[in-house]
């Protein structure tokens, strides 16, 4: 692992684990986060050579298409879960606070209906 490809990985483990019941494990090779046994973000560090360094995370249905049609160079149909509506996202071309915002939509989309009610309910009071 390169010293940037460390530093992305720190910014994504920070935002993931901070989600409720999140863990890390090594997946297919890669830092991979999960809630209760779903993968909510992989973590792609030249996955394959593909020359991205990149997290892959699933997104709302049709959002995928939208964010590649705006912007082909910082979002990218990720290889083996593209297909799912999941999207890959250039970790050197977004901040935090809007990665914040994917991944907290990814762990959402994928964490039981009542742990989410929880958390919500934890952030509004």
Known sequence: MT???SIHLTR?????????????RLSHG???????NKVFVMF??????????????PVEPGLQ???IG?????????????????VGIELGRIGDDELGVFIE????????????????ASLDG
Request: glycine share 6%; hydrophobic share 35%; with cysteine.
């Open 65 to 67: 298409e939208a964010l």
């Open 105 to 120: 939509e990814a762990w959402e989309r994928v964490a039981p209906k009542r742990l989410v009610g929880t958390y919500q």
């Open 30 to 36: 890669e830092p991979t986060f999960f809630v209760r």
């Open 70 to 86: 705006k912007d082909s160079v910082t979002y990218f149909r990720p290889p083996y879960v593209g297909h799912r509506g999941w």
């Open 12 to 24: 994504v483990r920070r935002l993931c684990l901070a989600l409720p019941e999140s863990e890390e």
């Open 44 to 57: 792609a560090d030249d996955h394959h050579g593909n020359g991205h360094l990149a997290v892959w995370l």
């Open 3 to 5: 010293a940037k490809s």
